[in-house]
């Protein structure tokens, strides 16, 4: 069986109140090119099992963010490969996510608030759509050639 997790409107809510803060705590003075680096581009984003955490795949910055739901907090900003496009939870704390640009997989660990790089496995082609069945330890990833 599959647990589907449906975020609630609130929560959605929150995560745009949050980044909005991020933008008003800039300087009146903030230039285009300042404001692009606050331009993550979320593409993608995962919430755990236990739901404490949420991940998000920003293509513009090419990196993996780590929010905690308890309070929303940004716990962690790591650069990855070139357009990051899916992402999911394997379980509560190991995720997998794809770069369409460079044909890979990669799998983060949180540990202690961090993402942490164990393991990445070039796939070829370019990766898209990702499912796991955490019941038969299976990953499924979309290729196209």
């Known amino acids: 069986m599959i647990k589907t997790i449906h975020l609630s409107i609130l929560s959605i809510f929150y995560l745009y109140a949050f980044s909005a803060e991020q933008l008003k705590a800039q300087p009146q003075t903030t230039t285009k090119a300042q404001a692009v680096d606050l331009d993550r581009s979320p ?12 991940v998000t795949a920003n293509q513009i910055s090419n990196t993996l963010s780590l929010i905690r739901t308890s309070d929303y907090r940004l716990l962690d900003e790591v650069p990855c490969e070139n357009q990051p496009t899916d992402i999911e939870f394997i379980d509560n704390t190991r995720i997998l996510f794809t770069t369409k640009a460079t044909g890979q997989i990669h799998q983060f660990e949180i540990d202690e608030d961090k993402l942490v ?20 330890g299976l990953a499924y990833i979309g290729l196209v050639a």
């Open 117 to 136: 790089l164990r393991n990445q496995i070039k796939v070829g082609g370019e990766p898209h759509g990702l499912a796991i069945n955490r019941e038969a």
């Open 43 to 54: 593409y993608d984003l995962a919430l755990a099992p236990d739901e404490r955490f949420l």
